[in-house]
């Protein structure tokens, strides 16, 4: 089944994509939530219409998240955690533990955006994530968890 996106929908695609779902998922949840619509002739000349005027928009953002990605690569992340025996962590770092230390330094992104391989790390190390910031702007940042100083 083919359906039009309305909203982000996360492991499957942004706002005014096109993409083809299974019959169940698309009728019994996307399209009664209000995620999706369904990709008939009439909803996609609609849809060409709008993406169309919303190229120039579209142009300014991508030009804004790749400077904003630019701007994270260049930064030096540490992320402080306490640590056990042979440098294991007590409990995990994860994607919002590594929006926090990128807000610390002054860009602020949704925790959504920020993907880390296993969903979270529990050793000390240097590690990478994937961030999106927009369907044309993804790339990896790395980061290190390194060991919190003791009081």
């Known amino acids: 089944m083919e359906i039009i996106l309305k ?10 994509d096109i993409v083809v779902v299974k ?7 996307l399209i009664p939530k209000g995620f999706a619509i369904l990709a008939t002739d009439s909803a996609k000349k609609v849809l ?5 005027q919303q190229a120039f928009k579209e142009s300014k953002l991508v030009k804004d998240a790749t400077a904003t990605l630019n701007k994270i690569k260049a930064m030096e992340l540490k992320i402080a955690a306490k640590v056990g025996q042979k440098d ?6 994860n994607n919002q533990d590594v929006v926090k230390a990128i807000a610390a330094l002054e860009v602020h992104i949704e925790p959504k ?6 969903k979270n790390v529990k050793r000390l190390g240097k590690y990478t994530a994937t961030v999106r910031l927009h ?5 990896q940042i790395s980061f290190e968890v390194i060991p919190a100083l003791s009081k």
Not at 23 to 29: I, Q
């Open 7 to 16: 909203k982000d929908v996360e492991n499957l695609g942004f706002k005014d």
């Open 23 to 29: 019959n169940g998922y698309g009728r019994n949840y």
């Open 48 to 52: 060409a219409e709008n993406l169309r």
């Open 88 to 93: 294991k962590l007590f409990g995990s770092v």
């Open 113 to 118: 955006n920020v993907k880390i391989p296993g």
């Open 135 to 139: 369907r044309k702007v993804i790339d």
